[in-house]
Structure formats: structure tokens, C-alpha cells
């Protein structure tokens, strides 16, 4: 069946007031209408407002569950739900009962992130929630951008990151998550971790070794930190 969001314009600043406009219609709350879609429901107020994009997996999910009409999403036209159903209703759970259950997953890239945030990924809507046992005590999956880290962790792969709260518990010489402040130019990237002979800083490294040079940034900089403890394929989501 063709992908009923592959004709909408997901980039659009109209699709965010058109879902308002669809919810108005509804009359229900944003907490009403994104709550059975969305964990942080909250983050449909910023779709609306063109604060956040809607993703493809988030699009598809509204569109099924209130019976959109994706030609109103795409050109404002029509009626804005239809009376007859011509796609499957799935049954949704976004929201995992326990955070054993399922992780989170992010596409985005680490550039899209806010440092500026009490957790980076508060500000983002997950696209979708990965129940993979081995990895279900972390805290997200997000796909890897670039050759910096390459061949440990491959352009389009995709990472399990769990956070750490101890940045004096380093496992040097693995590969982290790394969020700074403003003192390290508030950069998010992933890197190889290296003992500096100063205790107060670390190294920050690349596994590609056509990516010379290391970074060196102040442990009191580090404003969020996450172990990755693996990848899976996307053919494992």
C-alpha cells in the first residue's frame, strides 16, 4: 500500500495551523488529541506553531488514528476527516508502560539538537518506539551522520545511547555522546573518550583515522553524557 504521507508536503509551515485547524474542529484540547499518539503530547503545540516539524512516522499515526484526509494536510482542500476509512486503523501505544519496555527513536541528525536544554531529546518528538531487549535500558536511538566515526559506527547506522550521570566513571577509550555549554561551543557529537593528563579535561577523538587531531574540552563543560552500547540495522527497528 502506498505510504499515505509520501504526497504531503511534511516541511511546510501550513501543516502545522492545518493540524490545529483539524484539532479546533474536533474540539479537543492538544493534550486530548496528541496524548494517544504522543509521550510528550505537549510537543504538539510546537508542531502547530511551526516550532518543530511533524515527522513521517508521527503523520501517518494522526492521519490513521482521527481518519485525516491527507489531502487536506497536503492543500488545505476538502473535507478535513473523511467518513470512510481506506486505510487500516492500527492500534497505538506510544507511550511504553515501563522504561524497560521500549526506547525511543530519534531521526535526526546530532545538529538538530538543542544543548541548551535539560535533555536533548525533551525537544524532540520520537518517531517511534524500538522494543529491542538488549538495549531497553537506554535512553534513545538515533541514526549516525558522517565518516568521523567510521568504521566503528558507519554513515545511516543506528546507535543506542544510554546516559551517564558520573563523569568520573569513564570507560576511556569508548565511544560516548558528548554535550557541552557554551565553554566548548556547545557541540554534540559523538567521539572516542581519552584520558587527558589534566583530571578537569578529556580528549575527544575520532575513529577515522583520516579525521586527525583530537579535541579537548573541560569535564565541567559536559552538560549531558551518554555510553553508546551498540547499533542495530534498521531492518531491526
Not at 502506498?2 to 485547524?21: C, V
Not at 513521517?56 to 467518513?83: V, W
Not at 497505538?92 to 538538530?112: G, Y
Request: charged share 25%; proline share 5%.
Amino acid at each position: 500500500m502506498k505510504n499515505i504521507t509520501e504526497s504531503i508536503d511534511l516541511q511546510s509551515e501550513k501543516i502545522g495551523p492545518r493540524l490545529k485547524e483539524i484539532r479546533n474542529s474536533l474540539e479537543m484540547t492538544v493534550e486530548e488529541f496528541y496524548s494517544p499518539l504522543m509521550k510528550a503530547f505537549n510537543n504538539g503545540s510546537s508542531i502547530e506553531n511551526n516550532k518543530r516539524n511533524l515527522g513521517k512516522r508521527l503523520a501517518k499515526d494522526i492521519i490513521e488514528y482521527y481518519n485525516i484526509n491527507p489531502d487536506y494536510l497536503h492543500t488545505g482542500k476538502g473535507e478535513k476527516i473523511l467518513t470512510v476509512r481506506p486505510y487500516h486503523k492500527r492500534t497505538f501505544r506510544p507511550q511504553p508502560d515501563t522504561s524497560e519496555e521500549s526506547v525511543p527513536f530519534f531521526d535526526v541528525k546530532l545538529t538538530q539538537l538543542q544543548a541548551a536544554v535539560p535533555n536533548i531529546f525533551s525537544e524532540s518528538t520520537p518517531d517511534y518506539y524500538v522494543d529491542y531487549r538488549p538495549f531497553n535500558d537506554c535512553s534513545a536511538y538515533l541514526p549516525i551522520y558522517g565518516d568521523s566515526m567510521y568504521p566503528q559506527f558507519a554513515n545511516g547506522e543506528i546507535i543506542a545511547v544510554k546516559e551517564v550521570t558520573n563523569y568520573d566513571v569513564i570507560l576511556w577509550g569508548e565511544a560516548y555522546l558528548v554535550v557541552t555549554d557554551e565553554r566548548a561551543n556547545s557541540i554534540i557529537t559523538v567521539k572516542l573518550l581519552h584520558q587527558h593528563d589534566d583530571t578537569g579535561k578529556i580528549i575527544l577523538r575520532s575513529s577515522n583515522p583520516a579525521y586527525a587531531g583530537d579535541t579537548v574540552i573541560d569535564k565541567s563543560s559536559i552538560i549531558q553524557l551518554y555510553i553508546i552500547k551498540g547499533k542495530i540495522t534498521r531492518n531491526q527497528l
